[in-house]
């Protein structure tokens, strides 16, 4: 069985719970729970789910919970844990229906990009201008690591926000300096989670000319 297979096979199953759960946290699943779902209906290893698992999180298209919990132990101690959980997320139920009006619209339909002269696509189909293409590369990345952290709902929607602001500036011939360091400065007050530092530092140098202000400060 291919990779695209087994990640078909995680996703549609992610998706039949979502359909079919009566309440919200019944669409979650631990992973022990899907390795034994998988191997009793598809003879899939635990390491085939794990490996396609983490690709479809990376990719956006499943969501990882993790929740704080506490339990007693024999003697008595309280001790806490951290328990985690997968669904499928609205880009994984996307994948599975397919157009809806739901979904956001690409704000270059209808336009033949490869006729722009000085334009490039980069990461997850944004258009920048090619001499901002490694700039808008690592915006990408820093958006994707940003969607698959730790961080709240909210502080990820901020960050998405501001990133697509920038990207809108790269799009220009001129970006304004000003609309970028005021995005940049919301990212990273907001971005604090410490596996975010490295793509903080790129995305930083890759915009060191619009930034008034120390790299990474």
Known sequence: ??????????LRYLYDRHRTARGVTGQEIRI????????NRHGLSASEVTAQLDYLVQ???????????????????????????????AEGIDRIEGESEFMR?????????????????VGDGNVVRTQFATAGQVLSD??????????????KFEIATQIQTIEVELTKANPERTVIERAWSVIQATATVGTLTD???????????????PVGR
């Open 105 to 121: 619209r690409n704000p270059y339909a209808g336009i033949h990009i490869e006729n722009i002269g000085g334009v490039t696509v």
């Open 1 to 10: 069985m291919t990779n695209d297979q087994i990640r078909d096979l995680l």
């Open 59 to 89: 990719k956006g298209w499943v969501q990882r919970i993790a929740k704080q919990r506490t339990f007693t132990t024999r003697r008595g101690t309280t001790q806490s844990a951290e328990g985690v959980t997968y669904k499928i997320s």
């Open 199 to 213: 793509l903080l530092a790129r995305a930083g140098a890759a915009l060191a000319q619009f930034l008034s202000s």
């Open 32 to 39: 022990s729970d899907l390795k034994r779902e998988m191997k």
């Open 142 to 155: 820093l958006r994707r690591a940003v969607n698959t952290s730790d961080l709240p709902d909210e502080r």
